[in-house]
């Protein structure tokens, strides 16, 4: 982490345009999952108790550059002033222009303000300059405490750092520097586990960490690639045909590089893609003609948690099946279970291993639960994050 951050900065009198992830699951206006807020909260509560003034941006969904009530973050504004104890958040019907700047002239020392959705603006996901100026009217100095759009170079990520000092929040700091520390000085044995449905998402995450790990353990609709690869018949089964090659390669890549790269050895069979599907658990010589692979099997998860079990740094990006069906969540629950009992760093990398971790109900065993599926996708692929290369060196 060599990116300065807010304790770099004498917060006196100053304003803080702080970007943060508002981007929440709503039903009928209520929000149905306030992590992502609860996340964003020990900058928030630092910056104000510095005495800064405070103004919160934040996209929510996809409203396509037009304004849209159904995307308003009023709601989230009247939640965060509940989980401020109180400290009520204002809300400004704009992000830019008139009323936003006189909403945040008029805060006093430690007042927070949240402004309206960046998206209602198709500027912003375009990095219009005049757009990103605009913003950063708003403030002093520009905190980005979003990781999870880190990724995209947009008005609010990496635009505004051009007219303002750029700092990291907390969430920014904690993101970059546990991943990065265990990307770049990882304590040995090093397991990473990747899942999800095709190897041609994956593909720049098995290549920079194939250098670096022990052991890379592969589940999910993926694994179906790399084992027709290996000649195997997978019958019904999600393959990507065109990525067979490259699954070809990267099996002869981690020969070459004396990693550990392991494969099912039986998977759990249905006969169609339903949760009620007729299901049996098969060994890859006695592979079915017909039906498909939706989870691994016991023996593959008594070999990957024995694995796992002995690690000292572990990261696990995608689910080993269709974890949303019960029948096909034994697998990745059992990698969860197996990663809450390890005795070093344990890394979720994002997106559904994530929904994964807390629906087994064992986030809080992790050392660190990612708030940023693509971020921190190409995080582990070594791909430099517009949104963090925009924050001032801390040299």
């Given at each position: 982490m060599d990116k300065m951050t807010v304790r770099d900065v004498d917060w006196a009198g100053k304003t803080a345009l702080v970007r943060v992830d508002f981007n929440v699951?709503?039903?009928?206006?209520?929000?149905?999952?306030?992590?992502?807020?609860?996340?964003?909260?020990?900058?928030?509560e630092y910056l104000s108790g510095q005495g800064a003034k405070v103004v919160l941006m934040s996209?929510?969904?996809?409203?396509?550059?037009?304004?849209?009530?159904?995307?308003?973050?009023?709601?989230?504004?009247?939640?965060?002033?509940?989980l401020l104890q109180g400290k009520t958040v204002t809300f400004a019907d704009d992000c830019i222009g008139e009323q936003a700047e006189?909403?945040?002239?008029?805060?006093?020392?430690?007042?927070?303000?949240?402004?309206?959705?960046?998206?209602?603006?198709?500027?912003?996901?375009?990095?219009?300059?005049?757009?990103?100026?605009?913003?950063?009217?708003?403030g002093d100095v520009y905190v980005n405490d979003a990781f999870g759009t880190a990724h995209r170079a947009h008005a609010s990520t990496a635009g505004v750092a051009d007219y303002l000092p750029a700092v990291a929040g907390f969430l920014m700091e904690k993101e970059i520097g546990i991943m990065g520390e265990a990307l770049a000085n990882p304590r040995k044995p090093f397991v990473a586990i990747i899942g999800g449905a095709k190897v041609s998402d994956k593909i720049g995450v098995i290549e920079n960490l194939l250098p670096k790990v022990?052991?890379?353990?592969?589940?999910?609709?993926?694994?179906?690639?790399?084992?027709?690869?290996?000649?195997?018949?997978?019958?019904?089964?999600?393959?990507?045909?065109?990525?067979?090659?490259?699954?070809?390669?990267?099996?002869?890549?981690?020969?070459?590089?004396?990693?550990?790269?392991?494969?099912?050895?039986?998977?759990?069979?249905?006969?169609?893609?339903?949760?009620?599907?007729?299901?049996?658990?098969?060994?890859?010589?006695?592979?079915?003609?017909?039906?498909?692979?939706?989870?691994?099997?016991?023996?593959?998860?008594?070999?990957?948690?024995?694995?796992?079990?002995?690690?000292?740094?572990?990261?696990?990006?995608?689910?080993?099946?269709?974890?949303?069906?019960?029948?096909?969540?034994?697998?990745?629950l059992a990698v969860a279970e197996a990663m809450a009992k390890v005795d070093g760093v344990t890394i979720v990398g994002g997106g559904d291993s994530v929904a994964a971790i807390e629906q087994a109900g064992l986030a809080e065993k992790m050392t660190h639960v990612s708030t940023g599926g693509g971020a921190s996708l190409e995080f582990l692929e070594g791909k430099a994050l517009p949104g963090v290369v925009a924050l001032k060196s801390a040299k």
């Open positions: 699951p709503m039903k009928d206006g209520v929000i149905t999952d306030d992590t992502r807020i609860r996340a964003a909260l020990p900058t928030i996209h929510l969904g996809r409203p396509k550059g037009e304004r849209n009530e159904k995307y308003s973050l009023r709601p989230v504004a009247e939640h965060l002033s509940n006189a909403k945040a002239a008029s805060l006093q020392s430690s007042d927070v303000l949240l402004l309206e959705n960046l998206r209602f603006y198709a500027q912003e996901e375009k990095n219009d300059p005049a757009f990103a100026k605009a913003l950063s009217q708003l022990d052991s890379l353990l592969i589940g999910g609709g993926m694994a179906n690639t790399f084992l027709a690869a290996k000649g195997y018949q997978m019958a019904d089964s999600l393959v990507e045909t065109d990525a067979i090659e490259v699954a070809k390669a990267l099996l002869e890549s981690a020969k070459k590089q004396g990693a550990d790269l392991l494969l099912p050895t039986d998977l759990v069979f249905a006969e169609r893609f339903a949760a009620d599907a007729r299901h049996e658990v098969t060994d890859l010589n006695s592979l079915p003609s017909s039906g498909m692979a939706l989870d691994i099997g016991p023996n593959t998860v008594k070999k990957y948690a024995d694995v796992i079990a002995n690690a000292k740094t572990v990261i696990w990006n995608g689910p080993m099946g269709v974890f949303e069906m019960p029948a096909f969540a034994a697998g990745t």
